[in-house]
């Protein structure tokens, strides 16, 4: 009780003294991050059992993902606009109800359109999730929203690392209907959520219910949606490549170089690690340099070890592998705040926008990935996805909004 009044203190003087971002909210609502993420990287985790199970075409796993991804980017623009201005503080955990009963939904589907229901929910679980916990990691960052959003966001990249793992271990041996104890976790993730929406409230009350910002450049409307229209290509590329090692890496693993499924889970594992800890890096970095900076170097300095891929070895595909996921994720925090500090009374909808733009490229590709490997192979989708980072040379459009603050 005695740091829960301590922690309310420090919320209503935060607008009067400048200090460190609120790390304790911060930490939390990146650990609830790790566990939806966590539950939600299940279902992908899971393709290569339903679809032996279910008898499943690539293209019906890329139907799987479009989805779940778009059920996600289309709602989280939606949300984040009202939440602009009506923001529902206990939205937070309420958002655990509906990823729960996609996995309960999972864990007994024996059908095709009662897996793309799962699939539904689990992203509308997420769309009414990261608009409102961005905003909340924002608020709590007292003037370093990069290394904010970072943390935030490695908690998800962590969980979407975990589950993976997870799978091999405790789901593939014990079948699809295991699937139903991850409700545990969701109910852990809601008891988190609800201190973090406690949390939120005081800082509503306190504010008189909104959150008030005024812009920090001097560019014009136009110049602004030309930037927002660049960053939006730049995740366009960063998500539809992302998306080829998230869904098909085990895949191609197991084709090319012969491995069982758990080893495969494993090289998965490493890789979605990677990201996970260059999502730390860019967001402090990008505090530190600037993030267009990291927006050059994260998009377009990846595209050598993404053309070098599909001609590796085992040893160097899994060297390569870490190394596009330590540079490829540093981007997309930089491009978050990025967008934020281009629009910044506008968070709850740029952090829907963009959370809502990276799932749905991420369906997109998925599914136009999926129909090209049951065509040309899954070999094919690694050389035509290697030319996607070229597109981080329009990076040199941005406007420089960091030296006119």
């Not at 996995?103 to 990261?130: D, E, P």
């Not at 916990?133 to 969980?159: D, E, K």
């Not at 494993?266 to 990008?286: E, N, Q």
């Not at 749905?360 to 990935?369: C, F, K, N, R």
Request: aromatic residues 10%; hydrophobic residues 50%; proline residues 4%.
């Amino acid at each position: 009780m005695e740091n829960t009044l301590d922690l309310n203190t420090a919320v209503l003087n935060s607008s009067r003294i400048k200090r460190k971002p609120f790390f304790a909210v911060i930490f939390a609502i990146s650990f609830a991050h790790m566990l939806n993420d966590m539950m939600q990287s299940m279902l992908l985790a899971l393709y290569p059992m339903l679809k032996l199970g279910m008898h499943l075409s690539f293209a019906q796993i890329g139907l799987v993902t479009l989805t779940y991804q778009l059920t996600a980017s289309l709602l989280q623009p939606l949300v984040g606009m009202y939440t602009d201005q009506h923001p529902k503080p206990y939205s937070l955990p309420m958002s655990m109800g509906f990823t729960m009963a996609g996995l309960l939904v999972l864990s007994q589907a024996t059908t095709f359109s009662l897996l793309l229901c799962a699939a539904a929910m689990v992203g509308m679980g997420s769309s009414i999730f990261h608009p409102e916990s961005s905003r909340v990691a924002r608020i709590a960052s007292n003037g370093q929203p990069g290394l904010t959003q970072s943390l935030f966001q490695v908690g998800g990249n962590m969980g979407s690392a975990l589950g993976p793992l997870f799978a091999a271990l405790l789901i593939l041996p014990h079948g699809q209907n295991s699937v139903k104890w991850l409700s545990i976790a969701a109910l852990l993730a809601c008891a988190v959520l609800s201190q973090v929406s406690r949390w939120y409230k005081t800082h509503l009350t306190r504010s008189a219910g909104k959150i008030k910002t005024t812009a920090r450049h001097t560019l014009s409307r136009k110049q602004v949606v030309l930037a927002m229209l660049v960053l939006g290509l730049l995740m366009f590329s960063k998500f539809f490549y992302t998306s080829s090692l998230s869904s098909y890496y085990t895949f191609y693993l197991i084709e090319k170089f012969h491995l069982a499924l758990k080893e495969a889970q494993i090289y998965l594992f490493v890789f979605l690690f990677a990201v996970a800890a260059g999502t730390i890096a860019g967001g402090f970095i990008g505090d530190k340099i600037g993030r267009k900076r990291v927006i050059w170097a994260s998009i377009l300095g990846v595209a050598p070890f993404t053309l070098m891929l599909p001609h590796a070895n085992l040893f160097w595909t899994a060297v390569l592998s870490v190394l596009i996921g330590l540079i490829l994720s540093s981007a997309f925090s930089a491009i978050l705040v990025f967008a934020q500090d281009l629009v910044p009374d506008k968070v709850g909808t740029i952090s829907g926008l963009f959370f809502g733009l990276a799932f749905g490229m991420g369906g997109l590709g998925a599914a136009l990935l999926g129909r090209l490997a049951d065509e040309r192979g899954i070999t094919s989708v690694y050389e035509v996805c290697a030319y996607l980072p070229l597109i981080g040379l329009l990076a040199a459009l941005l406007p420089d909004i960091e030296h006119k603050q």
